[in-house]
């Protein structure tokens, strides 16, 4: 009867899930962003800091994220073709201000 307690207290835990912190680049979709995420990292072979972006479209439920702002996205089940993952937060809000392209 010990032994029962015990195991349904210390339940497995199942892998965390990823998290990314990104830019969204669009939000013309209805419940959907386009997030893009850098990353920078060393070249192996010419050791130069290289910058990679990458481009991950999310779940918003609420339409809240616009163009500009800086948010955090969550890894989740598949919601269709393209959408794996889901908005989680907005960590910073954009200006408003386009930005002048020189």
């Known amino acids: 009867m010990a032994d029962t307690a015990t195991t349904t207290t210390t339940v497995e835990k199942r892998g965390t899930r990823k998290e990314r912190v990104g830019d969204v680049i669009s939000n013309k979709m209805t419940k959907t962003i386009v997030v893009r995420v850098q990353r920078r990292f060393p070249h192996p072979r010419f050791k130069k ?12 439920e609420k339409a809240e994220a616009k163009v500009g702002d800086k948010v955090r996205i969550e890894e989740t089940r598949p919601l269709s073709k393209l959408k794996r993952w889901r908005l989680v937060a907005v960590v910073e809000k954009s200006s408003g201000v ?4 020189a």
């Open 49 to 60: 800091v290289v910058t990679a972006y990458s481009k991950f479209y999310a779940h918003d």
């Open 98 to 101: 386009d930005r002048v392209a």
